[in-house]
């Protein structure tokens, strides 16, 4: 038991080593889209009716422990962008901000940026709000921090990027987005006072544009994070209640999910070293704030790429935890994703296996020529391995045949010429007889199909309770990759 503890130790500690070595990647396409009051059991999940945003939310990654900071709106935006509260939760507040902020920052790196909102009535506006007329929804400054700041209000080129949304798709189509884009829907469409089904087309007639861009396929840097505000004002859970973030790119891991505990500030963060502000310094509470690093294929992850612009593919395990249920089986998935016009076919196995446990991959083959491919792990684990191997098969039956050797050894020192025949024989047939049975229990496991592993790599069966590192193996040809994965038994 104690090399077991010592094993599953280890195991944590290469788990403790990878995770230090991801990090936020750099990107020059960030874009944030804010929508609004929505906690996150309206949002995530198939009674939802965030159709599109579940989507992305199950292919990319989903911050399901995050919490906005505070009721009502205001002071949420600009935790994000100044990790502070100069609002002081008051939704009418209109005042100039001079804090230190997202903009001031962006401004000493020489990084570019533009806030797109709907119903913006022109260019470099930073007035007050722009009440709904026909087809459009209201404008809410307070839903857009770039508007306040000193840095902003104070210069006619900074204040030339805020723009009507209409000039997205222009940009968009110029591959001319800047380094930050924030995208502010109005009213009717971030779900303030329209429907969430109004809000989630938004996002899908005017997200799906972008993803298809360059900066969003595989090898590309693009960032993309959607976010709520605030929870309904009935939770007020860390402040601002239980809300939905989603983030997407070709960085980010695919179905990833996080549970560990954001708020604003740890968004903040997270785009501010995405954008290479760190050497400026980070304002607010975003300095001491964690960023959100668990999203990102770890930079040092040994299923990366030789990143040598030659045709390769990356190999990641999403979840790099596996629970087994009390049968003893449990399921993980794998994602390929090809680099520099990478199309070949790529095999899978693994290692690592506890005896009697098996592995299989769904397909077991994979080319991923048009993009990420996901492939499915099953583990079979059972923890009952140790009652059923050959080894303790033999004892019952030595016992039981016993008594027989001891009266035919009797025989054969007592008895007389028939009798000593007699028991001859009779010890020479149990003997075979032990040795037929031994060899019939004791045989090597049976070959499986292809796509399943069978272990003899390690001779302990799994026990309950235990965690075990498994490795995933990736070639095609002379391209080799592999990642690890904690298999906890049941």
């Not at 104070?154 to 800047?178: R, Y």
Request: proline share 6%.
């Amino acid at each position: 038991m104690k090399k077991l503890t010592t094993f599953a130790t280890l195991a944590a500690v290469v788990l403790l080593v990878t995770a230090t070595f991801a990090q936020v990647p750099a990107s020059n396409h960030v874009v944030l889209v804010m929508e609004e009051n929505e906690s996150a059991s309206s949002v995530i999940g198939s009674g939802s009716v965030w159709h599109y945003l579940n989507s992305l939310a199950t292919q990319y990654g989903l911050a399901a422990n995050y919490y906005g900071n505070y009721h009502p709106s205001i002071d949420n935006y600009f935790m994000i962008t100044t990790g502070d509260n100069p609002a002081n939760d008051n939704d009418s507040f209109t005042a100039t901000v001079s804090a230190d902020n997202i903009v001031r920052h962006m401004m000493t790196a020489g990084k570019t940026w533009k806030s797109y909102a709907q119903s913006l009535p022109s260019v470099g506006y930073t007035g007050g709000n722009i009440a709904a007329s026909g087809s459009n929804g209201t404008y809410y400054i307070r839903h857009n921090p770039f508007a306040y700041f000193s840095d902003v209000r104070n210069s006619t080129g900074e204040a030339a990027n805020l723009v009507p949304f209409t000039q997205f798709a222009t940009d968009l189509a110029a591959n001319n987005l800047p380094n930050l884009t924030y995208i502010v829907p109005d009213g009717l469409h971030d779900a303030h006072d329209g429907t969430p089904a109004q809000a989630d087309a938004f996002l899908q007639t005017n997200l799906a544009p972008l993803l298809a861009s360059p900066a969003f396929q595989p090898g590309g840097d693009g960032l993309l994070i959607i976010a709520f505000d605030e929870a309904a004002t009935s939770d007020s859970t860390h402040g601002g209640g239980h809300i939905s973030v989603v983030l997407v790119g070709p960085n980010v891991k695919p179905g990833y999910q996080s549970t560990i505990l954001y708020q604003h500030q740890n968004l903040g963060r997270t785009i501010f070293e995405a954008l290479g502000l760190s050497s400026t310094g980070f304002p607010g509470a975003i300095a001491t704030a964690a960023d959100m690093a668990d999203f990102f294929v770890p930079a040092a992850s040994g299923g990366g790429s030789a990143g040598n612009g030659s045709p390769d593919f990356t190999l990641t395990a999403p979840a790099q935890n596996v629970t087994l249920s009390s049968s003893g089986t449990g399921s993980s998935q794998i994602a390929i994703t090809p680099e520099n016009g990478f199309n070949s076919a790529v095999t899978l196995s693994c290692s690592g296996l506890p005896a009697g446990a098996t592995c299989s991959f769904s397909p077991q083959t994979v080319t991923p020529s048009s993009g990420m491919a996901s492939v499915t792990l099953t583990i079979n684990m059972p923890t009952s391995a140790a009652s059923s191997t050959p080894a303790r098969q033999t004892k019952p039956l030595f016992a039981f045949t016993l008594p027989f050797f001891a009266l035919a050894a009797g025989s054969l020192a007592v008895g007389g010429k028939a009798k000593k025949k007699t028991a001859f024989w009779v010890v020479l047939l149990l003997v075979l007889a032990l040795g037929a049975v031994s060899i019939g229990c004791g045989g090597g496991s049976g070959a499986g199909n292809s796509a399943t592993t069978t272990s003899a790599a390690q001779t302990s069966p799994a026990v309950s309770g235990s965690s075990y590192t498994i490795t995933v193996n990736a070639s095609a040809g002379a391209i080799q990759h592999s990642t690890s994965l904690t298999v906890t038994a049941n």
